[in-house]
């Protein structure tokens, strides 16, 4: 794959409706999406995590002003979740807090790389309505994920700005194509992919409409495109104690470099270095809390011996690095809208 020397990426074109020119100051950065707790009942804590939360902390982290939108359950677990952004200092002034449990995913740990082997979406489904769609417009790039239930409202949300998306390793699904030319940055989990691999799913990506294209690639680094310029990241070589959240802080991190016009080489190198931090402790950002033992509050896993696949998935994800991994697709369960939904 050539490697042109950048010069820097030419001019951010804005959406329908934006102005040109953003204003002086920290990027606005929106997470926007799912949220769950991350159960490890081998250490007996649970994490706040979920993609979009993890992307706003981390966006906030690097200077930017971020709130989050999703919401919430009633229990302990998403009062766990709520806490942990108010510490961030991430805005949660429309999350919504609704009778149900917060969804969660159980986490085993091999080797320092993350296994999931549960989960449920509790309450956390939804789908914006329009107030909350024309709302958007005050943002510089809003972020969602294929872990959420928002991807079918993506063309609705690039029309009032920005759009960031993490396909993960999903971009072979139906779904996935018809959104890019919706994206400012497509964001791809490609450590099982070879070079010419990640090369050629970045190069499609940014024909079909993509401003920026990102693939992380685990201990292989990451390598960003706008088409024209290439950059590649050489990770930060750090000891893994939990690679969980370690993708969606490179994002969040980049996210806010890019959506302020900075150097995508200084946001590539601040992005791997928080990616590194994140693989030192466990936990997507920290903020643990006592897992409370299965009960009407806290549901028991959702895959076990009763699931048709004969047991619990303890496939070893290491290409991916976000909390919240459901296994499935974007379609997800009948979602609710509105504020009081």
Not at 46 to 66: E, L, Q
Not at 92 to 100: Q, W
């Amino acid at each position: 794959m050539p490697t042109p020397t950048p010069s820097g990426p030419p001019p951010v074109p804005a959406p329908s409706g934006r102005p040109a020119e953003r204003p002086s100051g920290p990027a606005r950065v929106l997470g926007i999406g799912d949220n769950v707790v991350d159960r490890y009942p081998d250490l007996g804590l649970m994490f706040p995590g979920g993609n979009a939360v993890n992307v706003a902390v981390h966006a906030r982290r690097a200077g930017a002003d971020a709130a989050y939108w999703g919401v919430t359950g009633d229990d302990t677990a998403g009062a766990v979740v709520r806490r942990a952004l108010a510490a961030e200092g991430v805005d949660t002034g429309r999350v919504r807090t609704e009778g149900g449990p917060n969804a969660w995913a159980e986490i085993g740990l091999v080797g320092g790389d993350r296994v999931f082997k549960g989960s449920d979406d509790g309450v956390s489904v939804f789908a914006l309505d329009e107030e909350e769609l024309d709302a958007l417009a005050g943002w510089d790039v809003v972020h969602t994920a294929y872990s959420g239930s928002l991807a079918g409202q993506v063309p609705d949300m690039a029309a009032r700005t920005r759009v960031s998306f993490d396909f993960s390793h999903h971009w072979n699904q139906p779904w996935a194509a018809p959104l890019y030319p919706h994206l400012h940055l497509a964001a791809f989990s490609a450590s099982q992919l070879g070079t010419d691999e990640v090369a050629g799913l970045l190069r499609q990506a940014v024909r079909q409409g993509v401003r920026w294209a990102l693939a992380t690639r685990g201990g292989d680094g990451a390598v960003l495109t706008d088409g024209d310029s290439w950059w590649r990241q050489p990770p930060v070589a750090t000891p893994a104690v939990d690679t969980l959240g370690a993708g969606d802080a490179f994002i969040g991190t980049l996210l806010a470099a890019l959506a302020a016009g900075g150097d995508p080489r200084q946001g590539l190198a601040r992005a791997a270095e928080a990616a590194a931090r994140t693989c030192t402790a466990h936990g997507a950002f920290g903020h643990p809390a006592p897992l409370p033992a299965p009960g009407p509050e806290e549901p028991a896993p959702a895959l076990g011996e009763d699931d048709p696949r004969g047991g619990p998935d303890t496939r070893v994800e290491p290409s991916r690095a976000a909390a919240g991994e459901k296994g499935r697709t974007p379609s997800g369960r009948t979602a609710r809208t509105g504020r009081n939904a």
